[in-house]
Every structure is written in C-alpha cells, then in structure tokens.
C-alpha cells in the first residue's frame, strides 16, 4: 500500500516528507493510457502535489497545473489532502526519444511553460473563497527542480525535493515512484542545511531503494543521513476520483430541458466521461426521461 509521511528534524527546524506511490501511478497509467516518458513526467507531478498538499491543512482542495508549449501540453494533479490524488493529460500519447543521458526525456516532452498552484478553501463548509494561484515559470521541465523553484519563489520557503519513476516492460508497468520533501524552516542551521545537501548529493537514486523494497522512513533516512527525525503523521494515498453517477446525472441535468430532450430523442441515451479519471458513465433513454420528469434519479 502506497504511503505518505511527515515530520520534523534537527529540533523542528526542517520539515520532512516522503512517500511511496508506485500504485498510485499504475492506476493513473492504467486509466489514462500514457506513453512511458509523458508515465515518468505525470508521476512525479502526482507525487509532488501530493507531498505540497500534504504541508498545507487550510484548503480543501490544491492543484497543481503544468501549462507547457511541448508535447505533452498541460499536466494536471489535484489533492484533496485526504491522501487521494488526481489528474490527467493533455496529450497522454505524446512521446520522445530518450534524453542522450538515455534516460526519459522529460524535460523535452515537457517544454517550456508556467507551473501553477491552486489553494481553495472552504468549500466543505458552503463558503466560497476566491482560490490562491501562484505561478513560476518553468526553470527545468524535470519537475522536482519546478516543485523547489515554486516553493522558494511564492512560498518563501528553501526546499529540496526529489522525484523519481521507474517503469518496465511488462505489466505492472511501474517498477518504482516516490518522493521527498525537505524545507527548511525559520532558525534552521546552515550546517544542518549543508549536510543535508551534501547528503542528498550523494545519495542513490530513489527509484533504485523504492523498486528493492525501501519504505518511505527509508527515503527518508537516504536524504537526512545521520540527522534524526520524528515522524509526525502518516497518510495511505491512492489515485482516487470524486465523480460519481450522480454527479454526471447532475451534469447532465443542469444543461437544460431542451438539451436533454435533444439527447433523448437524437441520441437515445448519454455518455459522460470523466477528464481527470477516464471513468465513463452512461444514462439510458429511462434514466433521460426521469430528469426530465423528476429533475433527480435518487442515486
């Protein structure tokens, strides 16, 4: 079971996170169908949104949105901070040779662009806020160097973040995903800092630790070193959708009388399907006319 964690080191001055999800991207993979190299770019912005989201506890939904001129176009992840995530692609089938380090070339498939972040808050409690977006150009088009950039940029806050996937070829297709997150907060030590990065510096690839079996207290321990730390809170996190029948019936609903009589006498039903998890929901000519005679059909 995938799994997030995160806690405090060298005395509450640095704040920590990791997480394994391996099955979180072979379900986004499975439902939206994406080549390898647009598979490592869409996992490691699912895991950042998820490690980002985990460090904010006053919205009820952020988003992280990636608008590039390459070939995959935009990428999109949201968190609920219940430890689910979502997100799709604009082009899932997009696709490049390897980068001449023979690794994914992300960064070419990526582009250049501006990488978004979205806060909204109090929805769960029927107050709508107007949402915090900040946004940063594109520095690297590896992600991880884009999720740091943001951070020290609108947030103010120095941070080292580490993103990795290893695929394979053959089913699952996700040998490994994961991630960390370190920011160092007011009254850190720039020794402590120092280590840390010398640390990391030499560290193994995450990817390499995660696919042998490696838990997120151990990437944990691969970015610290000798530094201690205290593990806080730690989240199950899966790829999780909130749509739901009743929503598409709700969809369907709000476009009108005279819509849904069209699809009930043109098209004999309807189809809906969901961007962020491919889900599809179909409603026959019964299903069309109780909306039209009850405006609900009580799922």
């Not at 950042?48 to 992840?77: C, H, M, Q, W, Y």
């Not at 070193?225 to 999780?240: A, C, N, P, S």
């Not at 009930?264 to 309807?270: S, V």
Request: glycine letters at 12%; hydrophobic letters at 40%; charged letters at 20%.
């Amino acid at each position: 079971m995938d799994k997030l964690i995160q806690g405090v080191a060298a005395g509450g001055t640095i704040r920590v996170l990791a997480a394994i999800t391996t099955g979180v991207l072979e379900e986004a993979i499975r439902r939206h169908q994406t080549s390898p190299t647009v598979s490592a770019a869409f996992g490691r912005v699912l895991t950042g949104t998820l490690l980002l989201g985990a460090t904010f506890k006053d919205f009820d939904r952020l988003t992280v949105k990636i608008e590039s001129d390459g070939p995959v176009g935009n990428i999109v992840a949201e968190t609920t901070g219940n430890g689910s995530v979502r997100g799709y692609v604009r082009n899932p089938d997009a696709e490049l040779p390897p980068a001449d380090n023979g690794k994914f070339n992300v960064k070419g498939v990526i582009g250049d662009g501006t990488f978004y972040v979205i806060r909204e808050s109090g929805f769960d409690m029927g107050f709508h806020k107007e949402p915090y977006v900040g946004s940063v150009p594109i520095v690297s088009g590896e992600i991880a160097e884009d999720f740091a950039y943001y951070l020290v940029k609108s947030e103010q806050i120095p941070s080292a973040v580490l993103l990795g996937v290893l695929l394979r070829g053959t089913e699952p297709f996700v040998a490994a995903s994961g991630g960390v997150l370190v920011q160092m907060l007011p009254g850190a030590n720039e020794h402590i800092i120092t280590m840390i990065e010398d640390t990391i510096r030499h560290a193994p690839h995450l990817t390499s630790v995660i696919k042998e079996g490696a838990t997120p207290e151990d990437l944990l321990r691969l970015a610290l070193g000798e530094i201690d730390f205290e593990i806080l809170e730690e989240t199950q996190v899966e790829f999780r959708c909130n749509c739901s029948m009743e929503k598409a019936v709700s969809l369907i609903g709000s476009l009108g009388n005279v819509e849904v009589a069209s699809m009930l006498t043109e098209d004999k039903g309807a189809t809906m399907t969901c961007g962020f998890c491919n889900e599809t929901y179909g409603l026959t000519e019964e299903d069309l006319q109780a909306i039209l005679e009850e405006g609900n059909l009580g799922y």
